[in-house]
T-cell receptor, first 113, second 115 residues
Framework: AQSVTQLDSHVSVSEGTPVLLRCNYS??????LFWYVQHPNKGLQLLLK??????LVKGINGFEAEFKKSETSFHLTKPSAHMSDAAEYFC???????????FGQGTILTVHP | EAGVAQSPRYKIIEKRQSVAFWCNPI?????LYWYQQILGQGPKLLIQ????????DSQLPKDRFSAERLKGVDSTLKIQPAKLEDSAVYLC?????????????FGNGTRLTVT
């Protein structure tokens, strides 16, 4: 069985400051890991994915995430927040069957001017 | 490429009524998924199709929910009868066979309110 825990339900930052969204996972094997973003009234859009290649993964819009097996973490970062980054972010783990993703509870990112 | 299409965008029904949602996946995507997203929670997989066969429906409440994917393209998800706790956003997603890039492509969802 897998589980994904997003450690913060809400994160608030000022525009131009760094963003850190935290995600821990639990799995009996090394899973594939994903970050998705969801803007209001929209579907989920893939930001980046880790599939056992490089542990530092770069995604779209300047986001990146680092897979740390020893810490079972896959935190999402961005050096400088933009107003358009305001959205809800979901961390997900992939099972043995591609597509059966287990999602975390989500983190709402607010960006202040 | 055109994205995953879902309709309707919004639906309000009374409890015990029935409702159906429709999904048209990205062309060429053999795998189709229905996820339920309750407010404040992450999406939960209800059912996964490979072409027109069911791969996983272990979390589908089969006493009230049903889904089909005729001809391996479009899919419909039905709830009958609806309960208050079915209020959620129903997301359809599709991917290439075996999800070559490991990623799902989601539609904008159908927001269901059961009163």
């Amino acid at each position: 069985a897998q589980s994904v825990t997003q450690l913060d339900s809400h994160v608030s930052v000022s525009e131009g400051t760094p963003v850190l969204l935290r995600c821990n996972y639990s799995s009996s094997y090394s899973p594939s890991l994903f970050w998705y973003v969801q803007h209001p009234n929209k579907g989920l859009q893939l930001l980046l994915k880790y599939t056992s290649a490089a542990t530092l993964v770069k995604g779209i819009n300047g986001f990146e995430a680092e897979f740390k097996k020893s810490e079972t973490s896959f935190h999402l970062t961005k050096p400088s927040a933009h107003m358009s980054d305001a959205a809800e972010y979901f961390c997900a783990a992939g099972g043995t069957s591609y597509g059966k993703l287990t999602f975390g509870q989500g983190t709402i990112l607010t960006v202040h001017p | 490429e055109a994205g995953v299409a879902q309709s309707p965008r919004y639906k309000i029904i009374e409890k015990r009524q029935s409702v159906a949602f429709w999904c048209n996946p990205i062309s060429g995507h053999a795998t189709l998924y229905w996820y339920q997203q309750i407010l404040g929670q992450g999406p939960k997989l209800l059912i996964q199709f490979q072409n027109n066969g069911v791969v996983d429906d272990s979390q589908l409440p089969k006493d009230r929910f049903s889904a089909e994917r005729l001809k391996g393209v479009d899919s419909t998800l039905k709830i009958q009868p609806a309960k208050l706790e079915d209020s959620a956003v129903y997301l359809c997603a599709s991917s290439l066979p075996g999800a070559v890039d490991g990623a799902l492509h989601f539609g904008n969802g159908t927001r269901l309110t059961v009163t």
